[in-house]
């Protein structure tokens, strides 16, 4: 396991927020000469501490109107089936989440569509089909005053 000081935590905080930015802004913002700064983020990198950089899309540009959180519980508590459920919702696009969680359901899952319309199709056509399924609760994001997923 890597240790990670105080200088370490800055560096992870400022690529949480922009993963893009230039090593050489980093290290002037951490304090640290560019060759310390780059020795840091690689250490890290091959540490697993951090595990790759992403990109924070528009929704509504590129097409996503309608997200949901759905739980989802199912008729069999077996390892098969959860992995079962699991390779389906992996080949799932609309699905951008799926946790396997303690509780009342087996499955949270975050659903990303263009519109109600084609969120109804993913719900009843894919979802609604798979075996497994048991139940199915929607909750519907009506806006999200905080959202630091990257």
């Given at each position: 396991?890597?240790?990670?000081?105080?200088?370490?935590?800055?560096?992870?905080?400022?690529?949480?927020?922009?993963?893009?930015?230039?090593?050489?802004?980093?290290?002037e913002r951490v304090?640290?000469?560019?060759?310390?700064?780059?020795?840091r983020v690689q250490e890290m990198e091959r540490a697993g501490v951090i595990r790759g950089y992403r990109v924070v899309l528009d929704a509504q540009a590129?097409?996503?109107?309608?997200?949901?959180?759905?739980?989802?519980?199912?008729?069999?508590?077996?390892?098969?089936?959860?992995?079962?459920f699991e390779r389906a919702i992996s080949l799932t696009p609309e699905v951008v989440e799926c946790h396997n969680i303690t509780g009342t359901i087996e499955y949270l899952l975050r659903v990303e569509c263009a519109d109600l319309p084609s969120y109804k199709r993913f719900h009843t056509d894919k979802l609604g089909a798979l075996p497994q399924v048991n139940a199915i609760t929607s909750y519907v994001v009506m806006g999200s005053p905080k959202d630091e997923r990257a």
């Open positions: 396991m890597t240790m990670i000081d105080q200088k370490s935590e800055e560096i992870l905080h400022i690529l949480k927020r922009d993963g893009r930015i230039s090593n050489l802004a980093l290290a304090g640290l000469s560019p060759s310390a700064c780059l020795r590129v097409g996503i109107g309608f997200v949901a959180y759905i739980g989802v519980g199912l008729n069999d508590h077996s390892k098969t089936s959860q992995e079962a």
